[in-house]
């Protein structure tokens, strides 16, 4: 079953604007991923934050999270046309059990 | 991180056969796992694959159809067996172990079944 749900499922932005992803998921986790993946093809790690952090950046990228709400966002700055992409959460429970459970993914276009 | 590399990238095969997919890590990991992306869908899991024993499968999944691979630390293998076109999906392998922390994935291999 989906443990994540992203919204907006889309998300039509111009180019430097800011886009705003969000994730919420159903049980308690150890760690929770987020994904990009241009036009199915592979998965692109961006960042990965622990269940006992609360925000972290990398480079124009943005995670929080708020385990008691039980949800994550993804902020993007300053867009470009080259972050179209869907993009997905993933949780994992940790322990002797890291397999992820993904949600359905935002697609994020940005206009140029 | 590490680097994943999975063949064939893309196949279009005809229903009743079977298809096996590599996927190779450019170091040891300790846990390696398959992916089925079902057409505008997002990822499910198959079944973790183990060094040296039997795959452990996801509910909905069986080895029969899905057999998996993993002589090594570097290297599995998942098989799709007598393939239908509801079996049309991009399958993803992914390892996890050793730094930066995370799950990284292969480029997928696109599968179409006529």
């Known amino acids: 079953s989906q443990q994540g749900e992203e919204d907006p499922q889309a998300l039509s932005i111009q180019e430097g604007e800011n886009a705003t992803m969000n994730c919420s998921y159903k049980t308690s986790i150890n760690n929770l991923q987020w994904y990009r993946q241009n036009s199915g093809r592979g998965l692109v790690h961006l960042i990965l934050i622990r269940s006992n952090e609360r925000e972290k950046h990398s480079g124009r990228l943005r995670v929080t999270l708020d385990t008691s709400k039980k949800s994550s966002s993804l902020l993007i700055t300053a867009s470009r046309a080259a972050d179209t992409a869907s993009y997905f959460c993933a949780t994992d429970a940790g322990g002797s059990n890291y397999k992820l459970t993904f949600g359905k993914g935002t697609l994020l276009t940005v206009n140029p | 991180s590490a680097v994943i590399s999975q063949k064939p990238s893309r196949d279009i095969c005809q229903r009743g056969t079977s298809l096996t997919i590599q996927c190779q890590v450019d170091?040891?990991?300790?846990?390696m796992f398959w992916y089925r992306q079902q057409p505008g869908q997002s990822l499910t899991l198959i079944a973790t694959?183990?060094?040296?024993?039997?795959?452990?499968?996801e509910s909905g999944f069986v080895i029969d159809k899905f057999p998996i691979s993993r002589p090594n630390l570097t290297f599995s293998t998942l098989t799709v067996s007598n393939m239908s076109p509801e079996d049309s999906s991009i399958y993803l392998c992914s390892a996890r172990g050793g730094s930066p922390l995370g799950q990284y994935f292969g480029p997928g291999t696109r599968l179409t079944v006529t």
């Open positions: 170091s040891q990991v300790t846990m």
């Open positions: 694959a183990n060094q040296g024993s039997e795959a452990t499968y």
